[in-house]
């Protein structure tokens, strides 16, 4: 798929004057992390990650045709029903992006009215949530204008516009899992969007168990934007993502075979290696509280005390994802509540679970 497939031929959008969609779009948490990209929004390696369930964003778009057309776009945010201006920059710098391949935004005014189904500010990432709803809804226009496209268009177009919000956002589309970036492990795999992994999922991975442990809730001080900076020059970036891209081959191995102690160890090296190329950074930082420690090392010990086949991974912030099979339910909710949520704030968590992906409501 080249760039060029995404921009439409001869839409008639006179008939069109106003609506209103609305989508869910969950989350999605990175197996194989994506750190490091080039201008626009290529990534410098693929990733691959389980999409969420309990954790998504709602979105609401309205449009309405101007009555004349102008070189502005015009539209307002309401974030959990609050006029939200500080959305605006990065929506407005979107739409930049993706003027070229959705060539009517400039004939509507838009209402985008958005909220998600985690605790605001809970550290955990609502860019993907948030600009894959978005990009679904601005494609229900397209669709409408286009009733033809096909369903595979759709979602494609959808996670390349997704994309050029923020990365992550591409493999918030589709579940349940999604591989952005292209590679010769897996079929049709691109760099301009997110692919549903195309091989058979072993049973183990059938219902996931993704807690989020809520550590630290603060505003994060250095950006996922900021991060990804500093791969360029980074004294590892290069030996990072070479084992990134062996990481992706060895991940696409485990969900066929089922192997959950491949899985384990694969799984926290890359949240680790992904931390560690943010504390080699220039400037370096640390993401990770005393808190996210402490709820590694309990994982370490309960995992070698019983035999059980927890694991943990990180995003770009304090929070664990802590990632069990559906077997081991019971047992591992019995250790969270009793061992782990006394690390988090106010004891916060969020019991999710890999999920099917984006939805229109
Ligand atoms: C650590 O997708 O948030 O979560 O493209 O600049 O918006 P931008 O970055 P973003 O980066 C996500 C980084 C990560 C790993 C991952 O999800 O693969």
Known sequence: MTDNNFIPQNLDYSNLKKGSFTFKTPSNIALVKYWGKEKIQIPKNSSISFTLSACFTLTTLDFEKKLKSDD????????????????????????????????????????????NSFPHSSGIASSASGMAALSLCLMQIEKELNPNISDEYFNKKASFLARLGSGSASRSIEGEVVVWGKHPAIDHSSDVLG????????????????????????????????????????????????????????????LQTGNLKDFISLVESEALTLHAMMMTSNPYFILMKPNTLKI????????????SNICFTLDAGANVHVLFPEKEKEQIHGFITNKLIEHCQNKQFICDRIGLGAKMV
Not at 227 to 236: A, E, Q, R
Not at 296 to 307: D, H, L, S
């Open 296 to 307: 590694i090392e309990k994982i370490w010990a309960f995992r070698k005390e019983t035999n």
């Open 195 to 254: 692919v549903k992994f195309p091989y058979p999922i072993h049973q183990n991975f059938k219902n996931y168990h993704d807690t989020i442990l809520l550590v630290d809730k603060g505003e994060k001080q250095v950006s996922s934007t900021v991060g990804h900076d500093l791969m360029n020059n980074h004294p590892f970036a290069e030996q990072r993502f070479k084992q990134a891209y062996d990481n992706l081959n060895e991940m696409s191995i485990i």
């Open 72 to 115: 502005n776009f015009d539209f307002e945010v309401f974030f959990e029903d609050k006029n939200h201006d500080d959305f605006k920059p990065k929506i407005k710098k979107f739409f930049e992006r993706i003027d070229s391949y959705l060539p009517f935004l400039k004939d509507y005014k838009f209402t985008i009215k958005t909220r």
